[in-house]
Each structure stands twice: as C-alpha cells, then as structure tokens.
C-alpha cells in the first residue's frame, strides 16, 4: 500500500498553466505505475494519464494529449501532470493513484488514491 498526497491545485485562466506535484510513502515507489484522474460533480471519475515505474512509457486520454505532459522522480517519489492550455472542460479534481498493473488506465486497476486537489480554469 501505498499513501498518496497532491499539490499544486488552484486557480488559472484558460490559456494558462498548472503543474501538480504527488508525494508518495512507501519504499517501492519505482514499482508502481503511477496514474491522474480527474472528476466533476455528478460524473464519474476519468482517466487522465499515466505513467510506468521503470521506463517511464506513458499514455494519455485524447482529450489532453499535447497539452499535459506526466513525469516522476523515482528518488523523490513523486508524479508530476505539468497542465498547459488549460481549457474551462479541464476544470474538475485531480486525483493521484498507483498501480501494480504496469499499463494500467482503468479505475478498478488502482488501489491506492490520494485526496484530490482542485483546479480550475477561468473561461
């Protein structure tokens, strides 16, 4: 198991720019795929982009793909979603989770998930 923590949330105009940050516990960071999801009210939670522990290959939905860009710091331990362009639709809460599946991009495939950090964008 592992405990998740995000940052970086907040306010920005469409256009703009947000990077958040996840602070993983545990000792096995490296082996965990790590994902970002996003939820607004009254709609299920969706997947945003994740990425592998060793390696590094990631995937991303079509929605976002040239516009947010996932990393890590395996001797940090933590994920990053750098947001650029950020557009009204990509306002929800962003959710940070690890994965023992390695390609991981379903819900059900995470066990552990963080608590969220709001962003939203300003039309």
């Known amino acids: 198991q592992v405990q998740l923590v995000e940052s970086g949330g907040g306010l920005v105009q469409a256009g703009g720019s947000l990077r958040l940050a996840c602070a993983a516990s545990g000792r096995t960071f490296a082996a965990y795929t790590m994902g970002w999801f996003r939820q607004v009210p009254g709609k299920e939670r969706e997947f945003v982009a994740r990425i592998t522990g060793i390696g590094r290959m990631t995937y991303y939905a079509d929605s976002v793909k040239g516009r947010f860009t996932i990393s890590r710091d395996n001797a940090k331990s933590q994920v990053y979603l750098q947001m650029k362009n950020l557009k009204p639709e990509d306002t929800a809460v962003y959710y940070c989770?690890?994965?023992?599946?390695?390609?991981?991009?379903?819900?059900?495939?995470?066990?552990?998930w963080g608590q969220g950090t709001q962003v939203t964008v300003s039309s």
């Open positions: 989770a690890a994965a023992r599946t390695p390609l991981a991009s379903q819900l059900d495939d995470y066990a552990d």
